[in-house]
Each structure stands twice: as C-alpha cells, then as structure tokens.
T-cell receptor, first 114, second 113 residues
C-alpha cells in the first residue's frame, strides 16, 4: 500500500537558519503530494502541493519539489522564524482518485529558537 | 467565511459511555473524513463518506460509527467498544474531483474520566 516517511523530530533550529524536512513516499501510479502544517491545538492547514513530477509547490517562503526519480518531496525554507514552529505533515493522494483520503507521514515537530 | 466546524473542542467520556463528535462544513464539499491523531503516529483514517447516505470504513473503524444524512454534516460516535478513545479527532472535507486537497477543522480532544 501507499506510505509516506518523514524525518523524525523534533527538529530544533535557530531563527534565520535554513530548513529541510525530508519526505519520501511509496505509491502506485502518480500521486499528488502535499505538505500540511499544524499549530498547537489546531487542525491541519494546507501549506503547499504538487500534482505531477518536477512541479514545485511554494507558499509563505516554503518550497518543495516533486521528485519522481527519488520519490521525494522535501520541504525547504531559506530563513525560518519563531512563528514557523509547528508540526509539519507530508501526505500523498493516490492517483486512483484518493477516495479513501490522504496517506500521511507521522509528522515532524519543528522548534525555532530566537 | 466557509469552513469546517468541529464541536466541542474538548470532550470527556466516562467508562462505558458513547459520545458523539460533531462536524459541519459549509464549503459544499462532497467528501468528508474522520481521522484520529495520536502523538508520534500521525493521522489515521477512521471513516469516510463520498456522498450522502453512504460511508466506508477506514483503517481503524472498530469502536466507531458515523452517519451522513446531510451533505454538510458527518458526526462521529465513539462507542464504549473503543477501548482507547483518548486522542485528538480531526474532521476533513474535499470537493469532488482528483487531486483536491483536504480542508480540516480545528479538532476535538477526547479524554477519559
């Protein structure tokens, strides 16, 4: 079945540092890929998405490129802020229609220190 | 503004008691989903529904039940058969069509007294 693997957390960085959160996937066909962010006590918010190979999703300074050859969708940001502290989830939607919803990674807790 | 409303935000259950979590959306989305979130385990799918009066079990449906009598509403009942119900529950919805991202509510945290 489909699966998503994210780097284990927590990840602790200083403000203005460069961020990479690794995400790799296993899926049949050609899935769409997503990054969601969850702030404490809240639901998930869509951060960015990519629907086909070599697509780059971007939002709020975050970027991720759909790499089919390495089955990866790593999240990057050039300069993080304290307000970026949250849990980040990588997810895929199977090309078969995804009627049964997204497949999520376990989440990566990001802590940004001033 | 359109969105997904989950209520209550916090809920407490006594042993042997059924409780129902509410999920309402005004986005006119067709599909709705319930996930359970436990620390370090990500999100796991409980039930989902593509259309009114139809729903399917997800990966961890045992001890839960749902109904979909209206397009806007998808309540989840945590029954007494669910032996470890303490978790954060998230409802989501998505419009019809491929590659559509899910929109999430703010969640309900259920605890056992």
């Amino acid at each position: 079945g489909d699966s998503v693997t994210q780097m284990e957390g927590p990840v602790t960085l200083s403000e203005e540092a460069f961020l990479t959160i690794n995400c790799t996937y296993t899926a049949t066909g050609y899935p769409s890929l997503f990054w969601y962010v969850q702030y404490p006590g809240e639901g998930l918010q869509l951060l960015l998405k990519a629907t086909k190979a070599d697509d780059k999703g971007s939002n709020k300074g975050f970027e991720a490129t759909y790499r089919k050859e390495t089955t990866s969708f790593h999240l990057e940001k050039g300069s993080v802020q304290v307000s970026d502290s949250a849990v980040y989830f990588c997810a895929l939607l199977n090309s078969g229609g995804g009627a049964d919803g997204l497949t999520f990674g376990k989440g990566t807790h990001l802590i940004i220190q001033p | 503004d359109g969105g997904i409303t989950q209520s209550p935000k916090y809920l407490f259950r006594k042993e042997g008691q059924n409780v129902t979590l509410s999920c309402e959306q005004n986005l006119n989305h067709d599909a709705m989903y319930w996930y359970r979130q436990d620390p370090g385990q990500g999100l796991r799918l409980i039930y989902y529904s593509q259309i009114v009066n139809d729903f399917q079990k997800g990966d961890i449906a045992e001890g839960y039940s749902v109904s979909r009598e209206k397009k806007e509403s998808f309540p989840l009942t945590v029954t007494s058969a669910q032996k470890n119900p303490t978790a954060f529950y998230l409802c989501a919805s998505t419009p019809f069509g491929f590659n559509q991202p899910q929109h999430f509510g703010d969640g309900t945290r259920l605890s056992i007294l």
